[in-house]
């Protein structure tokens, strides 16, 4: 199985030109470990990349509550060291994530799935936006401000959000099948 980050690593290997046969200088052709996959293999690189997204999510949780459970003194170089290496981890799954919908719509015309992976990129980048408002709202610094109203809104929604993540991967392996 290829991580996100060895697929990122690898998605920028260079292949050297002829420069003798054209007479111009070298360049460097991007290569992407998927090119030739069969759709089935690209779903379940997305399944394999939201199983890395899920994991990414539970890390930013932890990170949290050791940040909440670490003061006052709170250590919040700690809390931002584990927000930098989770923030990197979803970068990398959003860049292979958007290359697979790339692919989907252009070279494999298959629109239809692509739009299934526009909508998973769409609803993880809502239930990250909203976790990270979640967590703000209960740092030790706002608790004072604190609308439980608004956080169990809040909450609510990162469960809709997730509903909604599980039934686009449905939707977008159903689909799969169907387009093989």
Same mark, same amino acid.
């Given at each position: 199985m290829i991580t996100a980050e060895a697929a990122s690593e690898s998605t920028v290997? +260079? !292949? $050297? %030109?002829? #420069? +003798? +046969? #054209? %007479? !111009? $200088?070298?360049r460097e052709e991007l290569v992407w470990p998927w090119k030739d996959a069969p759709i089935r293999e690209l779903v379940q690189r997305i399944h394999q990349l939201q199983a890395e997204r899920a994991q990414a999510f539970r890390r930013l949780e932890e990170g949290h509550r050791q940040y909440l459970s670490s003061g006052p003194p709170y250590d919040f170089p700690r809390y931002r060291s584990t927000v930098h290496e989770v923030t990197q981890v979803f970068a990398a799954a959003s860049r292979e994530v958007l290359a697979v919908e790339a692919e989907l719509a252009g070279p494999r015309a298959q629109p239809l799935l692509a739009s299934h992976v526009r909508s998973l990129q769409q609803l993880e980048e809502t239930r990250l936006t909203t976790v990270a408002l979640l967590q703000l709202m209960g740092t030790p610094e706002l608790t004072g401000q604190e609308d439980s109203l608004q956080i169990h809104q809040l909450k609510m929604k990162v469960i809709k959000t997730m509903e909604a993540i599980s039934e686009v991967l449905q939707d977008l392996r159903f689909d799969a099948e169907s387009a093989e």
């Open positions: 290997s +260079a !292949v $050297p %030109g002829d #420069t +003798a +046969a #054209t %007479g !111009v $200088p070298e």
